[in-house]
């Protein structure tokens, strides 16, 4: 092991960075390597009488004045270029896309090579504050989810709009669980009634509700901060995503072992 160290440190120290396309013996040292050669033979003649303070000290101003920025520039770019790669790549954008653009959505159902990869188009309407998207369709009803980023492809952002300001209001469960409110009809608030998709159903089982349906109206409010981008004020105002993950409690995990274990076919496969 003692004699396996040196080389392996040794060829670490030759390898040539990517960060910043210079070996590390070189930046240390500044100068290359030696050779791999046999310098049993050569006499080494070090004669310190010829070492000159001032080419020393030319000699440490050269490196600072110009090794130095040489590599702190060479490292910032690399550093661009991972970090734009790595934006393309997941498709993130440091600019959010405008509301009123025209999108289309991957088809995350897509099954085979001949079911279309996108649909759309659709209209993007707000922004939550995770960053995803709130879109609605053709007829002006909102897309029971919101979309992420990576989801999203523009097609145009010629309709964007600067965002108009409304109110903004917050859901619960009723007798069935409530997806989310895709659309109202109704000329005032009075006698709105909300388009209602349900948890577990299709859009074939969409009902139309009056607001008396909803106990807390959490529902209805969370409609409205999604179909408005900007509360009465003028300040941007993001609403939660409805993507929210459900987090079992402790109650729901210690039922869901024990129905393992009443009923063992229902585990999983291992």
């Known amino acids: 092991m003692g004699t396996l160290l040196p080389a392996t440190q040794l060829e670490m120290n030759l390898k040539v960075s990517r960060l910043h396309q210079s070996?590390?013996?070189s930046v240390m040292f500044?100068?290359?390597a030696n050779d791999f050669e046999n310098y049993t033979q050569v006499n080494p003649n070090f004669d310190t009488a010829h070492i000159q303070p001032e080419a020393i000290a030319a000699q440490y101003k050269k490196v600072n004045d110009h090794l130095v920025p040489a590599l702190t520039k060479r490292i910032q770019h690399t550093?661009?270029?991972d970090?734009?790669?790595?934006l393309k790549r997941h498709k993130i954008i440091s600019d959010k896309y405008p509301i009123g653009s025209t999108v289309m959505i991957k088809n995350v159902?897509?099954?085979?090579?001949?079911?279309e990869r996108y649909l759309g188009p659709f209209r993007i309407i707000n922004h939550t504050s995770n960053g995803s998207y709130v879109l609605s369709d053709d007829a002006n009803n909102l897309i029971s989810r919101d979309i992420p980023t990576s989801q999203i492809k523009l097609i145009s952002s010629d309709n964007a709009i600067k965002p108009?300001?409304?109110?903004a209001i917050e859901s619960d469960n009723d007798f069935f669980e409530v997806q989310s409110i895709i659309s109202h009809q109704g000329s005032n608030p009075t006698n709105y009634l909300y388009r209602v998709r349900w948890k577990g159903y299709t859009e074939d089982d969409d009902t139309w509700e009056p607001s008396s349906h909803f106990?807390?109206?959490h529902h209805i409010e969370r409609y409205w901060q999604r179909r408005n981008s900007l509360t009465t004020s003028g300040?941007?105002?993001l609403p939660k995503t409805i993507n929210a993950r459900h987090i079992p409690d402790r109650t729901e995990r210690h039922d869901k072992r024990k129905s393992r274990r009443i009923n063992p076919s229902t585990s999983p496969a291992t």
């Open 109 to 115: 159902l897509r099954s085979g090579k001949t079911e």
């Open 30 to 32: 500044n100068r290359r």
């Open 215 to 217: 106990p807390d109206k």
């Open 235 to 237: 300040t941007q105002r």
């Open 23 to 25: 070996t590390p013996f």
């Open 164 to 167: 108009d300001s409304a109110s």
């Open 83 to 86: 970090k734009a790669h790595f």
């Open 79 to 81: 550093q661009e270029k």
